[in-house]
């Protein structure tokens, strides 16, 4: 069987949970994606982690701007999130600053992020 590598960067970081997913799935390493942030996207209160380019422009309908605001994750998903970004070692302002971006958009009403561009 041919082997693949898969970049995590949300929750299947948490080792207990992607143990459960991909139950043959080993540890390769870890690295940085420069020139990216991390972005909580989808609905109110159940966001998902996501990478996007610092320097990404945008054109789009209200109908996918809907579907892709920036929102706060809940509390389950994030809990799950910081534990694997501690078991890897990794830094939580990346998670912080993303954090940061969404609680702006809220009390803004942006479905966009106007910072880091």
């Known amino acids: 069987m041919k082997k693949r590598l898969y970049v995590a960067y949300g929750s299947n970081l948490n080792l207990k949970q992607m143990s459960h997913r991909c139950p043959t799935a080993k540890v390769y390493g870890k690295g940085k994606l420069k020139r990216y942030r991390l972005l909580f996207r989808g609905s109110k209160n159940n966001a998902y982690l996501t990478i996007e380019s610092k320097k990404m422009v945008y054109i789009m309908t209200d109908k996918i701007k809907d579907r892709i605001s920036l929102n706060m994750p809940s509390k389950n998903y994030l809990a799950a999130v910081k534990e694997g970004?501690?078991?890897?070692?990794?830094?939580?302002?990346?998670l912080k600053e993303a954090l940061d971006i969404s609680k702006n958009n809220e009390s803004?009403?942006?479905?966009?992020?106007?910072?880091?561009f």
């Open 85 to 94: 970004y501690r078991e890897f070692g990794f830094d939580l302002k990346y």
């Open 108 to 116: 803004q009403g942006h479905s966009l992020p106007c910072k880091g």
